[in-house]
């Protein structure tokens, strides 16, 4: 046996990891998201791509299709958009439809919760935790598998959680967890 890099540990160095990924590779997304989602996908099959292929049949009928900027751009477009749809259809399929209202009043951070948390004790953020295909961050939200969003996960109001990131580890404390309130009428 090799002894040319040996394991080197020291019990008072215990390293700090990210929290594991769930199991099962699920694809939570709030009712909105998916609307969202949905909206999109068929607005690119009712109404996107059959512009796009009046356009393509147009320049086609026109002759030489080798300097044809119409057919050439109109069919990459086409390409695009089949490459959407696909994509699409694929995240809808796998999509586990999550109610973050029904943690309304809750003060454990769950999926869609809206978290705000003192970061080392100087600044406060607020983040709301999304799924990975509706989460934007310019608009102050996570997706639930990143690792802000992990480390927040099942923490409660007042605990203190170690977030892992490229330049340390910073003390995080969660100081409000809030969600949406349940609507009137049931989604679909």
């Keep these: ?9 020291d019990s008072d160095d215990e390293e ?19 609307a969202r989602l949905k909206a999109e996908l068929l607005d690119l099959i009712d109404n996107e791509r059959p512009k796009v292929v009046d356009i393509v049949h147009w320049a086609a009928s026109n002759g030489d299709r080798s300097e044809n900027g119409d057919y050439i751009y109109g069919k990459k477009r086409l390409r695009e958009i089949d490459r959407r749809i696909r994509f699409l259809t ?9 109610d973050p209202s029904v943690h309304h009043g809750g003060d454990q951070v769950f999926f869609g919760a809206t978290v705000l948390y003192l970061v080392d004790g100087k600044t406060e953020q607020r ?8 989460a934007d961050t310019s608009a102050g939200e996570v997706s639930w598998v990143s690792p802000a969003a992990r480390t927040l996960l099942k923490a409660r109001v007042g605990d203190e959680v170690n977030l892992v990131t490229p330049s340390g580890v910073q003390v995080v404390e969660v100081l409000e ?12």
Excluded: H, W
């Design 1 to 9: 046996m090799s002894k040319a890099f040996p394991k080197e540990t």
């Design 127 to 134: 983040v709301t935790i999304m799924g990975i295909d509706e």
């Design 16 to 34: 700090l990891t990210l929290p594991p990924l769930p199991a099962g590779g699920k694809n939570y997304i709030t009712p909105k998201g998916y």
């Design 90 to 98: 694929k995240r809808l399929e796998i999509a586990e439809i999550t």
């Design 177 to 188: 967890v809030s969600y949406p309130a349940p609507s009137a009428t049931p989604q679909t």
